[in-house]
Nanobody
């Protein structure tokens, strides 16, 4: 059974830091590109960061570039999002996503349940 379980969210003051974790199971983790998305109330879900399979390349949304870092540990089947210099605008539910493409076509697409991040003084 495929599972993606996020953890590490919480309440933090502006300028603070959090590290999110996403533990994966039920599929061959190292073959999947892993991403973090976020969704604020009343807003569309947006891509935050991507790390490719097996993990050599990363990309970030402009709004988080220089502040957030995505990484993965294939031995632990876990992807991380280190968030520094947090702003109130970062407040959202953060979701872990796993995608596998076969010959350029999306074949598998899995999502976690999300973890709440609230940045407020």
């Amino acid at each position: 059974q495929v599972q993606l379980v996020e953890s590490g969210g919480g309440l933090v003051q502006p300028g603070g830091s959090l590290r999110l974790s996403c533990a994966a199971s039920g599929f061959t983790f190292s073959r999947y590109a892993m991403s973090w998305y976020r969704q604020a109330p009343g807003k569309e879900r947006e891509l935050v960061a991507i790390i490719t399979s097996p993990g050599g390349n990363t990309n970030y949304a402009d709004s988080v570039k220089g502040r957030f870092t995505i990484s993965r540990d294939n031995a632990k089947d876990t992807v991380y999002l280190q968030m520094n210099s947090l702003k109130p605008e970062d407040t959202a539910v953060y979701y872990c996503n796993a995608v596998f493409h076969y010959l350029g076509v999306k074949a598998n697409d899995y999502w976690g349940q999300g973890t709440q991040v609230t940045v407020s003084s």
